[in-house]
């Protein structure tokens, strides 16, 4: 079985690359859910979502693609938590707005929390608006 580090770096990979909830689910109870407190994912209450969410961000920014800063276990709280940058173009269509061919490099870190070796929450802490701004997009 799997470490929940393993699991962690493995989820990170599939959704920050796009993969989805078809390669995300396998490292998540069927029921986990989201928050973060970022404008554009205020919506977005389950991992599934989320990882759908990413998915559909890739489609419209192509060149996406993370940098991982560090990445963190905690045994005792059973947690993970991964600091990242994503960087990217709006070169694509979709997204708000015709693309802006503006880019951003942006911070941001997951929080994942686990529960019988598989994460059951995460929480994205993210300054959206300034990603946003860096996009064109406000």
């Known amino acids: 079985m799997a470490n929940i580090t393993d699991t962690a770096r493995a989820f990170f990979d599939a959704v920050e690359t796009g993969k989805g909830w078809a390669a995300a689910s396998a490292h998540c109870t069927p ?74 490099r942006t911070d941001y870190v997951y929080v994942m929390e686990f529960a019988g070796g598989k994460i059951r929450h995460m929480t994205k802490i993210w300054n959206a608006g300034w990603a946003m701004r860096e996009l064109g997009w406000m």
């Open 31 to 104: 029921d986990a859910t989201f928050a973060a407190q970022a404008e554009p994912l205020t919506e977005i209450k389950s991992l599934q979502a989320y990882a759908e969410w990413m998915r559909g961000l890739l489609t419209f920014i192509p060149d996406g693609r993370y940098e991982v800063r560090s990445f963190a276990t905690d045994a005792e709280r059973s947690s993970v938590c991964a600091y990242a940058v994503f960087a990217g173009t709006h070169s694509a269509d979709g997204g708000p707005c015709p693309p802006t061919g503006k880019s951003t």
